[in-house]
């Protein structure tokens, strides 16, 4: 079977959505292309064929849009060119000066003096030729876009002598495509932004020497030398050194993170205090920063499903305004209006009728909200998961990991009366540091916290199921379940009374033994994350009506830690296939449901899931491949934050597409009256344009 060559590569001056559906077309109507997609928000093209650049190019042509490969544009830095220095907005200046001479020459003599037609001819000519050489291909080919309307609105206004309106209409198109062209860059600069956050070179340490190398050139294994202040260029692994990492580029975490030999750190994070030594375990491409990119611009690029309403609704839309025109311009004159009036009339429903605001009206929201997310370490894989995510009902939540911290911790320490407690506690964590019991880690860890000492342990034994046991101090110290330490000898009746205490809500304990004397209990526990609680009830003040707790725990555990959280539905002792049962009665019962787990082995439940929530996608590739959305940062407290962007920009698009057809339909009243003048018809269409770029761009002000 033969193997589909795929590419990618960077655009540069695409300024419009319907620029980029035209080239996408173009670009699938090329002999050696099989598919094509083009992706505005992040300006990119991916197709599957052996078309050259100078093909594509040639296809984009009429916008004079460029095509860059992928690392050539990395390694480009290229300063922008300054707002003055520009190309259309010289144009647009010059076509301005025109404008304003001819306006005051006809206000001096008249409008049809010669000298004003002239001035503004030269006004129209000069903002206009782009447009009209577009408009006039399109029109020879039949497609109707904007600026073949624009065109004939143009020459139409002319051929009936309304030179003033052309050149105001020519001007005012100008400005509208070049504010728009801004608002859009403006959408992208969180792209841009994420593209800018891991330097292009690093100090590597290569046969005892450091050299400095672009990241294209490193290797796995190699070893970067990060110096205080610096950031670090590839994925690895700490080998030597101590310090604080800020990692608000990936995870958004706004707290820098202590890292020590043995910790992960990730390309584009700051080092903000020692040194480090770092092992790289990823090439430049596969890093989280380069996935998160990716992973980004794909999601921008997938259409909404009321993006996919808007671009079939614009398809009919636009030949159904210029049979309006049409109607508009010829009608009223066989029934005894004036011919140059009406047709007049026709020409600025036409202009009237450009679907630039309808078209852009989804694009440029999905655009902003997942950039601005993905800088906030939220990452939103498509705008069909966006929009769905704001339509939830109800949020399926995992326990272990999500609204736990998913290790456990020793929470209380009760020593038998008369005995030392902090020798205890520390002859204890000595047996426990030989073991490999989970549990054995949290009782370790807990003495150090409490400056409990250190003891040498010998004779150290495991016994499956119970505990285990060593000589520390010639003592043999013991320890493990309840059942067994009652084997070992008698445990006082009120502290098992205690014990069961505890064990109601939801701890596990564990009782030390001293050579065959009862000698203290412990009590360890998944700990409920601070901000779950908190979490919990912020979603039920956005509007989530119903949240669940999903666990293998058993049933008695589930219910206290439910009861500390006030959640009501717990669904206790399931197995993945339970769990993935119980999302589809959820689905049954309130449509649309999330669920938030930790990516790997809540993958099914993800899966059938309406949005699947991964914790902790940084690093973890699993999570960034199997959820709907990944909170990088492995923080419940950016669920309320997702949840809010996602209605808010929900509630951004409905007011968009009303901005876009409210202001035209308007404009087309005015009809009625006579009032429909060419220069309040591009007002309306530009206006429309720019109400829904700058409402869009209100997502970029939502943060956590």
């Not at 309403?309 to 209006?337: H, N």
């Not at 004397?517 to 901000?531: C, K, Q, S, T």
Request: include cysteine; hydrophobic fraction near 45%; charge should be negative.
């Amino acid at each position: 079977m033969a193997t589909v060559n795929e590419n990618e590569y960077r655009l540069e001056n695409l300024t419009c959505a319907n620029c980029a559906l035209k080239f996408e077309r173009n670009v699938k109507n090329l002999p050696s292309v099989d598919e094509a997609q083009v992706n505005f928000g992040a300006s990119k093209l991916r197709f599957s064929g052996s078309a050259t650049i100078e093909e594509l190019e040639a296809a984009g042509a009429f916008d004079g849009i460029k095509v860059v490969p992928l690392h050539q544009e990395q390694r480009k830095l290229e300063p922008k060119t300054p707002f003055y220095k520009r190309k259309e907005n010289i144009v647009s200046f010059i076509s301005l000066i025109f404008l304003l001479v001819g306006s005051f020459v006809s206000f001096r003599y008249e409008e049809t003096h010669p000298m004003a037609i002239a001035l503004f001819a030269a006004s129209i000519v000069v903002g206009g030729t782009g447009m009209f050489r577009t408009g006039l291909a399109n029109l020879a080919r039949f497609e109707f876009d904007m600026k073949t309307l624009m065109t004939i609105a143009i020459i139409g206004a002319a051929i009936i002598g309304e030179w003033r309106e052309g050149a105001v209409v020519v001007f005012l198109f100008a400005v509208s495509e070049a504010l728009e062209a801004y608002s859009m860059d403006k959408a992208r600069q969180s792209i841009r932004q994420l593209m800018d956050i891991a330097p292009p070179s690093a100090l590597v340490k290569r046969d005892g020497e450091l050299v400095e190398l672009l990241t294209e050139d490193i290797r796995i294994g190699d070893i970067l030398v990060v110096r205080p202040g610096q950031k670090i260029a590839m994925d690895g692994t700490v080998l030597s050194g101590t310090t604080t990492v800020n990692q608000a580029a990936i995870t958004g975490e706004s707290v820098p993170v202590l890292k020590e030999q043995g910790d992960e750190v990730f390309a584009g994070t700051l080092n903000e205090e020692g040194a480090l030594e770092v092992k790289v375990n990823k090439l430049v491409g596969d890093t989280t920063i380069a996935k998160i990119i990716h992973l980004v611009e794909d999601a921008q690029a997938e259409k909404a499903p009321s993006q996919k309403f808007v671009d079939t609704f614009a398809q009919y839309y636009t030949p159904v305004i210029i049979v309006i025109a049409i109607l508009v311009a010829i009608v009223p004159p066989f029934l005894g209006g004036d011919w140059s009036e009406w047709i007049y009339q026709g020409l600025a429903v036409l202009v009237v009728g450009c679907p630039c605001a309808l078209v852009v009206s989804t694009p440029v929201a999905i655009v902003t909200a997942i950039g601005n997310a993905a800088r906030q370490g939220v990452l939103i894989k498509g705008g069909i998961h966006l929009e769905e995510t704001g339509r939830l009902d109800a949020i399926a939540f995992d326990k272990t990991g999500t609204l736990t911290k998913g290790y456990p911790e020793v929470t209380d320490f009760i020593a038998a009366e008369g005995t030392e407690a902090d020798r205890l506690l520390g002859m204890a964590a000595a047996v426990e540091s030989m073991s490999q019991h989970p549990l054995a880690k949290a009782v370790v860890n807990f003495a150090k916290e409490n400056g409990a000492g250190t003891y040498e342990v010998s004779d150290f034994q495991s016994v499956t199921g119970k505990g285990a046991y060593g000589k520390v101090d010639g003592v043999t110290i013991s320890i493990g379940s309840l059942d067994w330490a009652n084997e070992l000898t008698q445990v006082p009746a009120f502290i098992m009374e205690q014990a069961v205490a505890l064990q109601k809500e939801g701890k596990t304990v564990m009782a030390i033994v001293q050579e065959n004397r009862y000698g203290g209990l412990l009590a360890v526990e998944d700990p409920v994350r601070e901000e779950s609680r908190t979490v919990l009830a912020k979603l039920k003040e956005i509007g989530i009506r119903h949240t669940v707790m999903l666990t293998g725990d058993h049933p008695g555990t589930a219910a206290a830690i439910a009861e500390k959280l006030g959640v009501t539905d717990v669904r206790a002792s399931l197995m993945p296939e339970d769990k993935l049962t119980a999302i589809k009665q959820l689905r049954d019962k309130y449509g649309r449901v999330a669920m938030v787990g930790d990516g790997i082995n809540d993958a099914p439940a993800l899966a059938a899931s309406s949005i699947g929530i991964a914790m902790g996608g940084a690093g973890t590739d699993a999570a960034l491949e199997t959820a709907d959305i990944a909170l990088m940062a492995d923080d419940l407290r950016n669920l309320p934050y997702t949840m809010k962007l996602s209605r808010k920009t929900l509630r951004i698009i409905k007011e968009n597409i009303m901005f876009a057809l409210g202001l035209k339909i308007v404009a087309l009243l005015l009809i009625i009256p006579g009032w429909l003048t060419l220069w309040i018809a591009i007002f309306a269409d530009m206006g429309a344009t720019l109400l829904v770029v700058l409402n869009s761009l209100r997502l970029l002000r939502i943060q956590k």
